[in-house]
Each structure stands twice: as structure tokens, then as C-alpha cells.
């Protein structure tokens, strides 16, 4: 089993095979609109837009497990997200990532790159999972992580 073999829903409810990705660096995210990490959307519009030219992609995955913190309608979220961010980069309609009624590909992400000793539950918004261009796993990030930080890491699987 990969990364590729799973189908998403975008945003507007279409299924997408995530074989759509094949041979980029991605960088898959939990995202909530009214969480205080929300402002992290800027720093990943900014590194998508600065890597898009370049087999790059960020995947946003709506979430409101936590705190209510994405209460929204997929419309009302990928509103808020262009209008008050000027998102670009692919979004998804909100999922579950924790818990019997997770979507697969986080059940896959979560068993084959734990966090901290060894947990698989995903803690918060914005916790962030880094794929090389052959959909392996590359490592694990949390909330508190800024997209900025992960940056080096992306040039590197570029190849840059």
C-alpha cells in the first residue's frame, strides 16, 4: 500500500486519486479555520507559491476535531481561505483524522509516521506530514512547527 493508492474528496467534493501527485514533494496538512495556528496558512501559501514550478504541492485537509475549531461548510472554509489568505494550493473537504471515522489516507499517514514516543493520534491543527516524490513518508511535524522551518527539507527532496 502507498500514498497513491488512496481517493480524496477536494473541496467541491470531487474525488481525486492522490496518484495525481505522483513524482512531487508534498506537504499534507490538517487545517482549521479558527484555531491560533490559522495564520500558518500564509506561511504555507508562501511556500507553495514560491515551489509550485518546481513538483511541488501542499494538500490541505479540513478538520473540526479539535476544539471546534473548523466548524464550517467546505464552501464556507475554502471562502475564508481564499479570501483571507489567498490559499492556491489543492483543499480537500473537511475529514475526520483521528478516531473509527478518520479518512484512510490519515490512518495511513498516522500508523506509518507516529509523532512523539511513538503516538499515532494526530494533537492539533496544523500538524503536517512531508512526502518525497516517491510518496515515502520523510518525517512528521506538529502544530508548532512553521512552514518556514520545514523549507530546507522541501529543497532538499527537489533536488535543489
Do not use: H
Amino acid at each position: 500500500m502507498s500514498i497513491y493508492d488512496f481517493t480524496v474528496k477536494d473541496i467541491d467534493g470531487k474525488e481525486v486519486s492522490m496518484s495525481k501527485y505522483k513524482d512531487k514533494v508534498l506537504l499534507i496538512v490538517n487545517v482549521a479555520s479558527k484555531c491560533g495556528f490559522t495564520g500558518q496558512y500564509e506561511g504555507l501559501e508562501n511556500l507553495f507559491e514560491k515551489y509550485k514550478n518546481e513538483d511541488f504541492m501542499i494538500l490541505g485537509f479540513p478538520s473540526n476535531q479539535f476544539a471546534n475549531q473548523e466548524p464550517g461548510t467546505n464552501e464556507e472554509i475554502k471562502e475564508f481561505c481564499s479570501l483571507t489568505f489567498g490559499v492556491n494550493f489543492d483543499m480537500f473537504s473537511k475529514v475526520d483524522v483521528n478516531g473509527d471515522d478518520a479518512t484512510p489516507l490519515y490512518k495511513y499517514l498516522k500508523s506509518n509516521s507516529p509523532g512523539v514516543l511513538g503516538t499515532e493520534a494526530i494533537k492539533w491543527n496544523f500538524t503536517k506530514f512531508l512526502i518525497d516524490k516517491n510518496g515515502k513518508i520523510i518525517q512528521r511535524y506538529g502544530s508548532v512547527t512553521e512552514p518556514k522551518d520545514i523549507e530546507p527539507k522541501i529543497v532538499e527532496l527537489l533536488g535543489k
